[in-house]
């Protein structure tokens, strides 16, 4: 029942099944070992994700092919559930039976947005191992606004400080190694989404 309805976005019929005794840690044997959090990420029903998760989801589980919530965003070539999963803590590094990454399946479908997103949570991970306390904590708080940039945040102000590549004014964080940056800047604005960009200079 709770496979049912995380797929189709009823969340008071999730309560109900949780209520009953329901487990969000159960596996649907019908619809390939998935989790009610695989479901949701299926139809792209962030808001149901995020039920799920602050109910307890783990983000990283796998389905009988391998495949976790962040494989299925990036196939689905949805950037605001893939920026949900990362800022959740989905593993930007994690395989799927055919040894595939979400980076690799993004890169295939050549979806910019979420190929920068991934990337970007690869620089994030790398400052969250240096001693800089300050750059996790602005790696943290980069997440949190991109999320809230692609799923419908201020977009005018990001417009207003990024009319073209050649005079945004890229953010800056120290990755771990002396001398070492990373620059996370708006690149440009296409159909209202912010198109992010991240490189690694010496």
Known sequence: YIFECSLSGDIPGILCGLCHGGSLSEQDPVEGQRYPVHQACITGNETVVEYLYQNGAKINVSDARGMTPLHLSVLNDDATLTALLLKRGADYKCVDDDNKTPLMYALEKENGNIVTLLKLAKASDE???????????????????????????????????STSSNNSTPSV??????????????????????????????
Do not use: C, H, W
């Open 127 to 161: 400052a969250g191992r240096s001693e800089s306390v300050d750059s996790q904590m602005f790696m943290d708080e980069t997440m949190a606004s991109i999320y809230k940039d692609f799923s419908g945040g201020d977009r005018d102000s990001l417009k207003n400080q």
């Open 173 to 202: 964080a120290s990755s771990g190694e002396e001398g070492s940056k990373v620059y996370v800047s708006v690149a440009t604005i296409s159909n209202s989404n912010p198109v992010f960009s991240v490189e690694q200079k010496n």
